[in-house]
Structures are given as C-alpha cells and as structure tokens.
C-alpha cells in the first residue's frame, strides 16, 4: 500500500502525523516512510535512524556545443519551458528551466545539444528497527522539486516490494510537486486545521486528489481551536473523517522536542488506530 499524507496549506501537520503514523504502524508491521518534501525535510528530526545508504542524485540538462551548432533555432522552437533559447550567435541552456524532456538534444539535426547530469541533490536511506526511512534533500539554489520527487519515490519502488507499507511525506500546497507526491499512491490523507485558512486550502486539496480520482480522507489538527467549517463541509458532502487530533500545549512541546507523541498522548494514539484501521479495512475490502 502507498499513502501520501498532504494539505493545501504547509504547517497543518503532515510532518507530525507522518512519522507519528509510521512509527505507531511499526510496533506490528514493516514500514517504509519516504520525505519528498524535499526542499524542506524534516521528517528526520523525529526519525533518527542508521545511515545505510547514501547517493547524489542528478538531472539530465542539454549542453551546447558550439562547433557542432549551425544555429538553425529548431531547439527554441521544440521547448515548451523556454529552457533553450538562440540568439545572434550563441545558443544559452538555462538548466533550472528544463523539464529533462530530450527534445531538443533528440532533434537537433546537428546533435549539438547532448544530456549530461548535473547534480541537484542527495537521497539518504535509514534504518531504525520496523522503519525504513527515506529522505532526500534539494541542493540549495535548486528550482525544481518533481525530478528529485520522482526519482525519490523509484528509488522507494525498486527497493521494497508491494506488500510493503509506504508512507509519503508530501510537499504542502497543490502544485506540481504534490502531483508528483501522489499520482501513483492508493490513498492520500489530507491534513488540516479547523480555521479558514486551513478550510479554504483543503478545499483545494480535495478538489486536486478528485481530478486526480484518488481515494482520500480527512485529519483535522489542532482540533478545539477556530470553528466547525471543515467538520460540517465533510459531512455535507461524505467526505471521510479520518482522526481528529487535539490542540494541547504539550503536543507542542514534544514535537518542539524533536520527540514523538503518540507514545506519551494517549488519545493521539488512539486517533493514528482510528486511520490505520480504516485503510486496513480499504485494503480487505480490496477499494484500494
């Protein structure tokens, strides 16, 4: 099973119930939880594992060669994301531009573009007890989130078998590197808080995981602050209420703490039993 916990918003939480929910799954089960925000990881903070594996990861961009180049503009032409751009007498390549699509080094008539790697960040694999936890993390000055994003989770599907729980640690908002986070999950848990930020940007979370026709539930934070907005908008249209997990000061001070909840906040245990039992039950009765 794959199941990304994502917002519309960042701060509501994803983070806190990620690892709250990877670590209450491993008392019983294997579990493998994967940070693809990778611009801002932090699921590490709270998971403190062996290091077992470590690699740069990088992205093909084209590279002009100008003996080979006659200028002919085709590769301007072809790029849809103006990575490629000529002028009077030179060809400029604008790597945190290019989607890595090939075109323009597979059409140039001339082969004056060719793909080489350059590097744009960094996958680490850990490993503590019942948890394999994976991060990786953008180089600084980096623009583009999605290629490492797609390259974290291959790595996550050509090491662990299908039978494995995974969990994905999504990017906040709605924008092309949560598409990512959650285009191949079978379940995506959205995240909020009952104020109207938090229910203006889940509505755009959950209008994002229908186009995408994804199965999903709600978890409402920081519950007992701001009104009923979000409780009363997934009633009125069946929406899944997955947990609801408490406003206390003291959750705030273990997670201030780098440390987990679950174990010293009982009912907070007991809202991680409400949703993993509830995908378990998805999962018996084959809707996932």
């Excluded at 579990?31 to 093909?60: A, Q, R, T, W, Y």
């Excluded at 680490?124 to 980096?142: A, M, P, Y």
């Excluded at 990017?171 to 229910?199: H, N």
């Excluded at 003291?250 to 007991?270: D, M, N, Q, R, W």
Aim: net charge negative; hydrophobic share 40%.
């Amino acid at each position: 099973m794959k199941i990304a916990i994502a917002s519309g918003k960042g701060g509501t939480g994803k983070t806190t119930l990620s690892v709250n929910l990877a670590a209450f799954i491993s008392e019983n089960d294997k579990v493998v939880l994967c940070d693809l925000d990778v611009e801002e990881p932090n699921s590490g903070l709270f998971i403190k594992g062996e290091l077992i594996h470590e690699e740069e990861k990088f992205k093909m961009v084209p590279k002009w060669v100008p003996d080979k180049c006659t200028l002919c503009g085709l590769c301007q032409e072809v790029c849809n994301f103006n990575a490629v751009i000529k002028l009077e007498k030179q060809i400029m390549v604008f790597p945190d531009l290019c989607h890595t699509c090939y075109a323009c080094s597979e059409l140039c008539p001339e082969e004056a573009l060719p793909m080489v790697p350059v590097k744009m960040g960094e996958l680490k694999h850990f490993q503590l007890n019942n948890i394999s936890f994976i991060e990786s993390h953008l180089d600084v000055g980096r623009e583009q989130a999605v290629p490492l994003i797609s390259q974290t989770i291959e790595y996550v599907e050509a090491n662990f078998d299908k039978d494995t729980i995974k969990l994905y640690d999504s990017p906040p908002g709605t924008s092309c590197p949560v598409i990512e986070a959650t285009k191949e999950v079978d379940f995506v848990i959205l995240i909020t808080e009952p104020t109207p930020f938090g229910f203006h940007d889940v509505k755009l979370a959950i209008e994002t995981v229908k186009k995408m026709h994804k199965k999903f539930g709600v978890v409402i934070n920081r519950y007992g602050i701001g009104n009923d907005d979000v409780l009363k908008y997934c009633k009125d249209n069946d929406i899944p209420l997955l947990a609801k997990i408490p406003n206390d000061r003291f959750i705030a001070e273990l997670y201030s703490s780098g440390e987990l909840i679950y174990t010293k906040v009982p009912e907070v245990k007991k809202q991680l039993k409400n949703i993993y039992d509830y995908i378990l039950k998805l999962k018996e009765n084959n809707k996932v």
